[in-house]
């Protein structure tokens, strides 16, 4: 009886000991998930001050002088906004001459990831049948065939907004260069499909 009661006794010490081990590494995964969390948003407040008070006046100055023939025009977005945490976040630029369509880039995942580029549908014709949609799709880009509110591209520029060289191409002025340089294919596929008689 002695013994039986000398292993039980063991065999609680056992289980107390583990309970107190398994509630020590709770706290330490607890704590580095907190850690983790504040570098997380740390960053994201640096990405986001970034591309607020650095990429996007660069891509005004830029949108300046792109085209005589046209007034672009980067729509605003709150001083709050957070581009690397909202889903599908963006840029969007009007440009004057064309009826139907804007300039639309977009991150197709969170944290500035995948963004593509291309002739996004006004709201008031997203439901609508487009003359020269068709047309466009053709010239354009075939991407994604069945979307019917956007005809678009890959971005040619970094894939992923927050590493280490998509930083320094904001700084240097290289990732609106990136812009440029497919705005002017857009304003160039634009300017075809209108001369076949269609508006844009």
């Not at 960053?43 to 023939?69: T, Y």
């Not at 977009?106 to 020269?132: A, M, N």
């Not at 998509?166 to 499909?193: H, N, P, T, W, Y």
Request: glycine share 4%; charged share 30%.
């Amino acid at each position: 009886m002695e013994r039986t009661k000398r292993n039980e006794t063991g065999y609680g010490k056992n289980q107390s000991e583990q309970r107190q081990r398994y509630m020590e590494l709770s706290r330490k995964l607890n704590s580095m998930s907190r850690i983790n969390s504040i570098i997380s948003n740390q960053v994201a407040d640096i990405l986001n001050q970034l591309i607020r008070n650095s990429f996007v006046p660069q891509m005004k100055d830029m949108l300046k002088g792109i085209n005589k023939e046209s007034r672009f025009v980067l729509i605003d977005y709150p001083s709050d906004y957070d581009w690397v945490n909202s889903s599908y976040a963006g840029f969007k630029i009007e440009v004057s001459n064309w009826k139907y369509f804007i300039i639309g880039i977009e991150f197709e995942s969170r944290w500035l990831k995948q963004p593509i580029i291309g002739f996004l549908k006004k709201e008031e014709y997203l439901k609508k049948d487009i003359d020269c949609w068709e047309k466009l799709k053709n010239k354009y880009s075939k991407k994604d065939p069945n979307n019917q509110s956007w005809i678009y591209k890959k971005f040619k520029g970094p894939n992923d907004w927050h590493s280490r060289e998509s930083v320094s191409r904001i700084e240097s002025g290289k990732m609106v260069s990136d812009f440029k340089e497919m705005i002017q294919e857009m304003l160039a596929c634009a300017e075809d499909i209108k001369n076949e008689g269609f508006e844009i």
